[in-house]
């Protein structure tokens, strides 16, 4: 029989539960009862509960920037990132959005993830930070300086970048958490982001590709 990795556990089974009870609604004692371990055991992987919550956080990233790169999405600053989407087809774009909803959806870590980071933001300010910075103001600030460097280049007609990054991403954003409620209709969900794509497209692109 293959040996756990008691450190995966022990992240996995607080990720289950920050998801359901919030990171302050859940004490070392519940994860280690859930890992199947003493609690002192525990603390020979992580010093604290803060500290399995700031290894998720590290976790989450490191599995986001795999996927980025497995789907080929454009890295660096906007600048950089704006010249290779711009040589992206249609297609290519929706693809990657799909990409991206279904990871935040469906990825049993990234949306357990966002499920934690949404009930923790009003009482700790730490997740506050993080889910801000991932999922709102983060998301927010990079399509802003992307749009801003396609009018630039002359990519996307004339218009303020910031309402166009929030018309771009507000829909996403509401479709998650609506689909959150409705597992089942994953394909609905998918054939609403890719309309939001093609509509978005036809509206600010100037040019077709």
């Known amino acids: 029989m293959e040996k756990r990795n008691t450190k995966e556990v022990i992240l996995q089974e607080s990720l289950n539960l920050f998801s359901i009870h919030g990171f302050e609604g859940v004490s070392v004692r519940d994860i280690a009862k859930a890992v199947g371990i003493k609690e002192s055991s525990l603390y020979k992987h992580y010093q604290n509960k803060?500290?399995?919550?700031d290894s998720i956080i590290s976790e989450m990233m490191i599995r986001y920037d795999n996927l980025s790169h497995n789907m080929g999405i454009p890295q660096g600053e906007s600048s950089e990132a704006a010249k290779q989407y711009n040589n992206i087809s249609e297609d290519a774009l929706i693809q990657m959005s799909q990409g991206l909803f279904h990871f935040f959806l469906k990825d049993?870590?990234?949306s357990?993830?966002?499920?934690m980071l949404t009930i923790e933001q009003f009482r700790n300010p730490a997740a506050s930070r993080t889910y801000t910075q991932i999922f709102i103001d983060g998301a927010l600030d990079f399509q802003c300086s992307l749009f801003a460097e396609f009018i630039t280049l002359g990519?996307?007609?004339?218009?303020d970048p910031y309402t166009m990054a929030l018309q771009f991403y507000a829909p996403i954003f509401l479709l998650l958490n609506k689909y959150d409620h409705h597992p089942e209709k994953e394909e609905e969900a998918i054939e609403h982001v890719t309309q939001h794509v093609k509509q978005f497209n036809k509206i600010y692109h100037s040019r077709g590709k």
Request: no cysteine.
């Open 50 to 53: 803060q500290a399995i919550f």
């Open 108 to 110: 049993e870590y990234a």
């Open 112 to 115: 357990k993830f966002r499920r």
């Open 155 to 159: 990519t996307f007609l004339e218009g």
